[in-house]
C-alpha cells in the first residue's frame, strides 16, 4: 500500500522550485516507491513568493515564517532551499522536530554548522539528503562503477574542474552570495563543495590539501531593490567582496592518488563547466556536466596510445531506464534532483539511508575548511580520517 508524506518547502528561490518539481514527478519516473509525496506548505519570507508558489504547484497553506512549517501537523518532511547562512538553524529546527530534513549543499557556512545539522538528525533517528546531484548522473554511476571495478587499473591523478561565469560580470548585484557573514566562503561552498563531493565520491577519503584562493572582483554595485539569482545591476553604489571567486588545490587521496581541483565563479566563457579526468595504470574516464550522459573511457593492455571511445550511458547505467529507454538520449538537471527526491523518499518509507545525507555534507564541509586554512597560509592541511561517504 502507498502511503503519503507529507512535504514542506522552504525557500521557494530557484532551487525551491526544483525540489517540487521533483517530489510532482518523482513516481512518474519511480511508480514502485512505497510512498507518495503530498505539497502540504511552503514558505518564504518575500512577500507573494510563497502564496505564488502555492498557486503554481498546489501547495495547502502558503506562509511568510519558516517556522510555522514546522507546526503543521500534515508536513512529515522538508525540503531547506533557504540561503547558506540559514542551512544550520533552519536543518537542526527541521530534524528536532522529528520530520525528515532534505537541505542543500554545503548545510551551513563551515563544518561546525554540518555537524549540528548531522548531530541533530542523527540524535533525532530521522532521515536526511543533501543536494549533491552531479553523483546522480549515469555516467558518473558509471563511471565509479568502472573504477571500482578496476577496469582503468589502479587510480593514479585525476582534475576535477567546476567553472562558471555567474558571477563574471562587474556589475553583478552584492548580494549575500558574497558576504563573508551569509555567504561564508563564496567559491568554495558553492562550488567547490559540488566538486569535493564528486572526488569522495569515485576516488574515497581525502587526506591532506593544499590550497591558493583569490578574489578578482574585489568591488560590486549594491543592488537597489530585491533580487533573484546572478542579477546584474546598474547604479548602485560599490561595496567589498569578502569572499572567495576562485580556489584551485592539490589533493592528496588516502589511497595514494593526486588530484587536481579547480572551482571559479568569474570564469568567462564557461557556463556550468563542470567534470573531471580520472587517470588509472591502465586507463582514463573523463566527463563533462555539459555532455551529461557521454563517458570518455581509454582502458586496455597497452597504456602507450591508447585510443579513447566516447560511450553512451545507457540501461543498467545508475538510474537511466527511469527517464529514457536508450543510450544517447538525454537527461537534463532536473532529472537529477528526481532522483535525489527518490533517494530521500525511499529512505523515509524503508528506513535505511539511500543517496548522498548529511554525513556526506559533513565530510565534504571537513574538506572545504582545511582548503580554508590552507588558502590562508599556504601549508599543507591534513583532513580528518573516515570522510568517505557514509554507509547506509
Do not use: C
Not at 566538486?195 to 576516488?203: E, T
Amino acid at each position: 500500500m502507498v502511503e503519503p508524506v507529507g512535504v514542506g518547502v522552504i525557500g521557494f528561490g530557484w532551487m525551491g522550485a526544483v525540489h517540487t518539481r521533483a517530489y510532482a514527478r518523482v513516481r512518474h519516473h519511480f511508480p514502485d516507491l512505497a510512498v507518495v509525496p503530498e505539497l502540504v506548505a511552503v514558505a518564504d519570507d518575500v512577500p507573494g513568493r510563497a502564496a505564488a508558489a502555492a498557486a503554481q504547484f498546489g501547495f495547502r497553506s502558503a506562509l511568510e515564517d519558516w517556522r510555522d512549517v514546522l507546526t503543521d501537523p500534515r508536513v512529515h518532511a522538508v525540503s531547506v532551499t533557504a540561503p547558506n547562512w540559514l542551512h544550520r538553524e533552519i536543518g537542526v529546527a527541521v530534524a528536532e522536530s522529528g520530520r525528515h530534513l532534505w537541505i542543500e549543499k554545503p548545510v551551513g557556512l563551515t563544518a561546525e554548522d554540518a555537524r549540528a545539522v548531522a548531530d541533530a538528525v542523527r540524535a533525532a533517528g530521522v532521515q536526511s539528503a543533501v543536494g549533491f546531484n552531479y553523483r546522480n548522473a549515469p555516467a558518473v554511476a558509471l563511471a565509479r562503477q568502472l573504477i571500482d571495478a578496476g577496469r582503468i587499473g589502479r587510480v593514479t591523478h585525476a582534475r576535477f574542474s567546476f567553472l562558471s561565469d555567474y558571477a563574471a560580470s562587474p556589475a553583478g548585484a552584492l548580494t549575500w552570495r558574497y558576504e563573508r557573514a551569509r555567504g561564508g566562503n563564496g567559491v568554495l561552498g558553492d562550488l567547490a563543495s559540488h566538486a569535493v563531493d564528486l572526488v569522495r565520491h569515485l576516488l574515497g577519503d581525502i587526506a591532506a590539501v593544499v590550497a591558493d584562493s583569490a578574489v578578482f572582483l574585489p568591488e560590486r554595485p549594491r543592488p537597489v531593490g530585491p533580487t533573484s539569482g546572478h542579477q546584474q545591476v546598474t547604479g548602485g553604489e560599490l561595496g567589498a567582496v569578502e569572499n572567495e571567486d576562485y580556489a584551485g588545490a592539490l589533493l592528496r587521496m588516502a589511497s595514494g592518488a593526486r588530484a587536481v581541483l579547480e572551482v571559479s565563479r568569474v570564469a568567462v566563457g564557461e557556463q556550468n563547466s563542470y567534470g573531471f579526468e580520472v587517470h588509472g595504470t591502465a586507463g582514463r574516464l573523463a566527463w563533462d556536466f555539459r555532455r551529461m550522459g557521454e563517458l570518455a573511457i581509454a582502458h586496455g593492455d597497452g597504456a602507450q596510445d591508447q585510443p579513447v571511445s566516447t560511450v553512451f550511458a545507457g540501461p543498467g547505467a545508475g538510474d537511466l531506464v527511469a527517464f529514457q529507454p536508450g543510450a544517447g538520449m538525454a537527461m537534463g538537471y532536473d532529472d537529477l534532483k528526481v532522483i535525489e527526491a527518490r533517494d530521500f523518499l525511499r529512505s523515509i518509507a524503508d528506513g535505511h539511508s539511500s543517496g548522498a545525507v548529511v554525513a556526506d555534507a559533513l565530510s565534504a564541509a571537513l574538506t572545504l575548511d582545511a582548503l580554508a586554512a590552507s588558502a590562508a597560509d599556504g601549508r599543507w592541511v591534513d583532513v580528518p580520517s573516515g570522510n568517505r561517504a557514509a554507509q547506509a
